[in-house]
């Protein structure tokens, strides 16, 4: 049976992906901070998985994950850097100890877990990389968070590393999806009430798409035709119209005001 690796796999698309990898036929080590509901799900499982209760906003938390991602005698076939969080906080009102462990979680625990995984891969001439990034790294939208800059970076470090990697037989893809029903938002503490609901997949309509999207080879998967109108524009429009629709969406959405 192949093995996947999932942080974040207590909630939202974290679960949709350790659901899904069960279904056809993998073998799982789930990651997050709560042991008990990561044991809860496994139980529902009808496969073989691992607990790796870690904080990965820290060197240790990483440094666990990382030691089973590169042990020898259990090879891993597909890790899913999925654990993220945002902020519902004006910049010129945050920590820097918010900040950092932001950039921790959402940076650096994927390039330090990506950096442990692809090596033994590479060797292997086998294995994936999914890198949950978001919809908001394509453009500068929402004013004043340092969320969509943290998921700029993963998106360009996973296209970055899939072609080094492609030739060896490895495939990294970035997952951008765009608002999806978990608990991130109430997480950031903002609130979505007045969002259409036109805008929201589910989390296991956005992991089908990710998943047949590493299939077929794609570098940078966008579920939903609307995301995918979004990103265009993001790549596309004047700065200025962007830099508008974004302050307009910020009043809308329930963001702190700066
Ligand atoms: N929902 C959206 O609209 C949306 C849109 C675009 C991108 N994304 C991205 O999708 C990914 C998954 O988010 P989600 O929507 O599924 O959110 P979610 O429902 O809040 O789940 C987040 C997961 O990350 C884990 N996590 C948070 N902090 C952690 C830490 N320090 N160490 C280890 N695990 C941690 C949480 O588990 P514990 O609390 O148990 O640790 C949980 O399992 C994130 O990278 C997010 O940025 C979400």
Redesign the pocket.
């Known amino acids: 049976m192949p093995t996947a690796v999932v942080?974040?796999?207590?909630?939202?698309?974290?679960?949709a992906f350790a659901r899904q990898l069960a279904a056809e036929g993998f073998e799982l080590v789930l990651?997050?901070?709560?042991g008990e509901?990561l044991s809860a799900l496994a139980a529902e499982l009808p496969v073989p998985v691992e607990v790796l209760v870690?904080?990965?906003?820290t060197t240790a938390?990483c440094d666990a994950v990382a030691a089973r991602l590169t042990d020898p005698d259990r090879p891993v076939d597909l890790l899913v850097n999925?654990?993220?969080?945002?902020l519902n906080r004006s910049f010129l009102r945050s920590t820097p100890e918010l900040e950092e462990e932001l950039l921790r979680?959402?940076v650096h625990a994927v390039l330090r877990l990506t950096l442990a995984a692809l090596p033994p891969m590479v060797e292997r001439r086998r294995g994936e990389i999914i890198n949950?990034?978001?919809?908001?790294g394509f453009a500068a939208t929402m004013p004043g968070s340092t969320y969509p800059a943290t998921?700029a970076w993963v998106t360009n470090f996973s296209e970055s590393q899939a072609q080094l990697v492609r030739e060896h037989g490895v495939r990294v893809m970035a997952l951008c999806?765009?608002?999806?029903r978990?608990?991130?938002?109430e997480?950031a503490g903002i609130d979505m009430a007045h969002s259409p609901a036109w805008v929201w997949l589910d989390?296991d309509t956005v992991v089908r798409a990710a998943l047949r999207d590493l299939r077929r080879g794609r570098l940078v998967s966008v579920p939903g035709w609307i995301n995918r109108v979004a990103v265009f524009g993001m790549r596309h429009a004047p700065r200025r119209l962007l830099h508008r629709v974004a302050r307009d969406a910020r009043g809308r959405i329930g963001h702190e005001e700066q």
């Open positions: 942080t974040g796999a207590t909630a939202g698309i974290g679960a990651v997050a901070r709560r509901r870690a904080d990965l906003a938390g999925n654990a993220g969080r945002s979680l959402n949950v990034s978001s919809v908001s998921k999806p765009g608002y999806t978990t608990e991130f938002h997480v989390a």
